[in-house]
């Protein structure tokens, strides 16, 4: 106990006078310290970097409201570039320089995987990474949080639906051979399996790869019909566009929620790609919800305070992720620490308007909205196409 005394009395005395800390780290008494460790530079910038935007815009407007019982969010973001070791980097500064409370919206499978190991022994919250691979709560911790349904289970969903819906017999697949590349891999080849279809041709690629005609013609001579992809969202757009200009039409191209980005719908539509890619993800598109009240709200509160023309998906994941931390907090009560937040998160139960899903968890579930929506490329936007519950 005089150890734990004389820790917060140092922290206190670090932040200056008239800010004492109680023992949980990044709690003040004007303040709750957030960490994030994002791609700012990299190739999953289109998801960090208007997530960020929308995270801090929601604590913005908690903050101008009073905060979260008359604390103020303060969100501290790090850039890693998609590199390990500088996500690594990023994460100790986080937790052991700005001691933050919680980490929020962190970016990239590997990268959390790397950054478990720091945050596990002194068990601070992870909620809503920006990855969606099953290592993120399991095996199961006390600490850990997703944000939506797994990349496996959206990849398989949508796999399946192409083998029932489109007649697809022979699977490959083109991937960045990481944990991430491993859950799209695992989730096609399962499927594949289940539906008694076939698997053939794979082929591996680097994070700055830009030319995969050499990968497209070896999919073509294997037979494949339907690709898997798990990679970059500008390299996602690139090997479409690529393959539709090798007069590769019949080929259709799945991803995960990695690439169900309203960036990808545009970008394949300024390069004359009209269809040919599916997504499976763990909440719905944007732009095809423009009539839902809460949606148009939003979008137009974001626009207005960005500049930007459309909020798109990363910012979406951004205020959804920044919502759950709220609720969370504000449910732990005046006193917050970190058990009493992480009991707060297993407690949560609402409907995002927003994303379009429910979330709900529990002691024995930390997967905060578990539905998987199915949706393809069509005219420049998504749409939805298989709903499962």
């Given amino acids: 106990m005089k150890t ?19 023992a949980e780290n990044g709690v003040t008494d ?13 190739i999953f910038a289109p998801f960090s970097v208007p997530a960020v935007t929308a995270a801090k815009l929601y604590f913005e407007n908690v903050n101008a409201d009073g905060g979260v019982h008359a604390r103020e969010i303060t969100y501290i973001v790090e850039d890693h570039g998609y590199q390990v ?10 937790i052991n320089r700005d001691e933050v409370f919680a980490m929020l919206l962190n970016l990239g499978t590997p990268h959390n995987l790397a950054m478990f190991k720091l945050m596990e022994p002194k068990n601070i919250p992870n909620v809503s990474p920006l990855t969606a691979a099953r290592q993120m709560v399991d095996p199961p911790a006390p600490w850990k949080f997703a944000g939506t349904a797994s990349y496996y289970d959206g990849v398989k969903a949508t796999a399946t639906y192409l083998a029932n819906e489109k007649g697809a017999q022979t699977f490959c697949l083109m991937y960045l051979p990481t944990d991430f590349g491993a859950e799209i891999e695992e989730g096609v080849k399962d499927a594949a399996s289940e539906v008694g279809a076939e698997f053939g041709v794979e082929t591996k690629h680097k994070p700055d790869e830009s030319d995969f005609t050499g990968a497209l013609g070896k999919i073509r001579e294997g037979g494949c019909d339907t690709v898997g992809l798990a990679l ?6 690139n090997v479409v566009a690529t393959a539709h200009k090798m007069g590769m039409e019949d080929i259709n191209f799945l991803t995960s929620s990695a690439g169900f980005h309203t960036v990808v719908a545009k970008g394949l539509a300024q390069q004359g790609v009209m269809g040919g890619l599916y997504a499976g993800a763990g909440w719905q598109d944007l732009e095809a919800r423009m009539d839902t009240p809460e949606v148009a709200q939003w979008v137009k509160a974001y626009t207005e305070e960005t500049g930007e023309n459309f909020p798109g998906t990363g910012a979406l994941l951004g205020r959804s992720a920044a919502e759950i931390l709220v609720r969370a907090l504000e449910a732990a009560g005046p006193e917050p620490t ?3 937040f992480i009991e707060a998160m297993e407690g949560l139960d609402y409907d995002d308007e927003i994303a379009g899903n429910h979330v709900s968890m529990s002691e024995d579930d930390h997967v905060a909205a578990s539905e998987i929506y199915v949706s393809v490329v069509e005219d420049g936007s998504w749409k939805l196409v298989q709903t499962i519950e």
């Fill in 4 to 22: 734990v005394k004389a820790l917060a009395t140092a922290a206190a005395l670090s932040l200056g006078a008239g800010a004492a800390v109680n």
């Fill in 232 to 237: 970059g969202v500008g390299q996602t757009i």
């Fill in 338 to 340: 970190r058990e009493k």
């Fill in 30 to 42: 004007t303040e709750i310290r957030i960490g994030g460790s994002h791609d700012l530079s990299g």
């Fill in 85 to 94: 070791p500088r996500a690594v980097q990023a994460a100790n500064k986080l």
